[in-house]
């Protein structure tokens, strides 16, 4: 079974920066595609951004150019660097790692205020 402890999340005015962590523990396969998701209230859960484990990443149009998704796989880690917020980011974000299967986080709340 797969554990993931998120971490980074909090408030911060818009313009400003935060870093999401989110490390995979007790996998006995290799993690393929690892991701951040976010979910704001009222909404569905959406894609933010995604990295292959040879380091192919993708994001979603609303972050281009402001979140930077990256990977250690020595530590079995993701990071989202996400620069310059704004005020309609504010969510809860949601780690996933995929194996042969998927496994989720708890998710790590980031509110940004105006």
């Known amino acids: 079974q797969v554990q993931l402890v998120e971490s980074g999340g909090g408030l911060v005015q818009a313009g400003g920066s935060l870093r999401l962590s989110c490390a995979a523990s007790g996998s006995r396969f290799s993690i393929n595609t690892m991701g951040w998701y976010r979910q704001a209230p009222g909404k569905q859960r959406e894609v933010v951004a995604g990295?292959?484990?040879?380091?192919?990443?993708n994001y979603a149009d609303s972050v281009k150019g402001r979140f930077t998704i990256s990977r250690d796989n020595a530590k079995n880690t993701v990071y989202l660097q996400m620069n310059s917020l704004k005020p309609e980011d504010t969510a809860l974000y949601y780690c996933?790692?995929?194996?042969?299967?998927?496994?989720w986080g708890q998710g790590t709340q980031v509110t940004v205020s105006s």
């Open positions: 996933m790692v995929e194996t042969y299967r998927e496994y």
């Open positions: 990295i292959t484990r040879g380091g192919s990443t």
